[in-house]
């Protein structure tokens, strides 16, 4: 047997058993993973630093070094989100409606697991521990299958996280880690339909096209972040500095971070040197229009590749636009429906972008940066969802699940 059907097989006949699994059992369970990551930090911080050294072996860019990067803070702050997630209500077996038929039948539709989850994802540690914390909630049995550049840390996380939840009642095999980081184990995971009920890529472009080409069994498509923050004339500068500034620089290589600023050309000659030479004292490099290398003359020109770029890096697109028409054509046409964000005083142009703006999230006088299940309230996330079916923005609780319908009789028949 291959390390796939091992675990496949197990995941499969621990998703039955979720399904009757108490929510005091599964809050036990989440509590003893977070007491145990904690306690275990010094562990969990040794074995990422040979991920890190390895990565740098290699040299990662520091943007997606620090995406790798594994402390006491972000290993305190998995174990808070754990908790968080502990203390939302749990959605499974709520029953969303009940109606009698006029036969007498009673029937209602009842929120249940998904089943089996797999998760395909890139150099982020926190997403072992999100990912399983999610699923032991929602009572789905998880395979996770992350990238070879965190092996060791996330070798260590699953270890850490099955010895405290298999002791306080979770059934073996309900979370598991491929150890094997080969393409073609990537690529047979994703044909494992006879185990595997959804799988969810959660990286970059490529990997989600990878996903998305060749697997069998059913993808919900997390995307990547080719985010805007649209700079409008009637607008508050320092406002809209603070925001273009965090979503910029407070984290690159995340998926919500800001890719491309747009600037209305009634304010681009007294908002774009103050606000690119921020940027700049910042190490980003400012690629730009035509227009903006005339205002800003340590610019880099942008090329037609530049608008449809995620760098997940400290570089950023800089066009100048005619509007917010402009603006919200040139989003439309290039963005990955991921986060997008105006900055405006203006009411009737904020709705015009909430309403046409085509992405999962869409922000007024605020940083796409928050585009984060945490944020959201939801604890934690799976993913962010671009599509537009079942789950869209931040996938919680209520994505990872799904309905059947429950019907009660006393003895019709047709």
Known sequence: MTELIQKGTAAKNASFKLMNLSQTTKSNVLKAI?????????????????????????????????????????????????????????????????????????????????????????????????????????????????????????????SVMQKAAYAAGLPEGSISLIEDTSRQTATELMRLKDYIDVLIPRGGAGLIKSVVENATVPVIETGTGNCHVYVDGDCDFKMAENIVINAKTSRPSVCNAEETLLVDKSIAKEFLPG??????????????????????????????????????????????????????????????????????????????????????????????RFTDGFEFGFGAEIGISTQKIHARGPMGLKELTTLKYIIYGDGQVR
Not at 127 to 134: C, K, P
Not at 137 to 158: D, F, H, Q, W
Request: glycine share 4%; hydrophobic share 40%.
């Open 34 to 158: 977070a007491d145990a990551l904690v306690e275990n930090t010094d562990y969990l911080i040794n074995e990422n630093a040979k991920d890190i050294a390895n990565a740098k072996a290699k040299g990662i860019s520091d943007a997606m070094l620090d995406r790798l990067s594994v402390n006491a803070k972000r290993i305190a702050d998995m174990a808070d989100g754990v908790r968080s997630v502990e203390a939302l209500q749990d959605p499974i077996g709520e029953v969303t409606y009940m109606t009698k038929r006029p036969n007498g039948l009673m029937i209602g539709q009842k929120r249940v697991p998904l089943g089996v989850i797999a998760i395909i994802y890139e150099a982020r540690p926190n997403v072992t521990v999100d990912a399983a914390a999610l699923c032991i909630k929602t009572s789905n049995a998880v395979i996770l299958r992350g990238g070879s550049e965190a092996i060791n840390s996330n070798k260590a996380l699953m």
């Open 275 to 368: 606000m690119l030479k921020k940027l700049s004292d910042l190490n980003v490099e400012i690629r730009g229009c035509e227009q903006t290398l005339q205002i800003y003359q340590d610019a880099v020109p942008a090329t037609e590749e530049d608008w449809y770029k995620e760098y997940n890096d400290y570089i950023i697109a800089v066009k100048v636009v005619d509007g917010i028409d402009e603006a919200i054509a040139h989003i439309n046409k290039y963005n990955t429906k991921h986060s997008e964000a105006i900055v405006t005083n203006n009411y009737a142009k904020a709705n015009r972008f909430l309403n046409e703006i085509d992405a999962a999230a869409v922000y007024v006088n605020a940083s796409t």
